[in-house]
């Protein structure tokens, strides 16, 4: 994974910065997943960060 490809994936109910992953540099959305929280316990919505 290049280093520049890196981007950090936030809970969108508590804030918590669970994830790393990959995602294109050059694409215009940002990337939102479906993602398991442990803090909250469940399935919630992460949106890349900045």
Do not use: I
């Amino acid at each position: 994974m290049a280093k520049d490809n890196k981007v950090t994936l936030v809970c969108s109910e508590c804030l918590s910065r669970n994830y790393v992953t990959s995602h294109r540099k050059n694409s215009a959305k940002r990337l939102e997943l479906m993602k398991f929280c442990p803090k909250c316990g469940r399935k919630t919505l992460h949106k890349e960060t900045k």
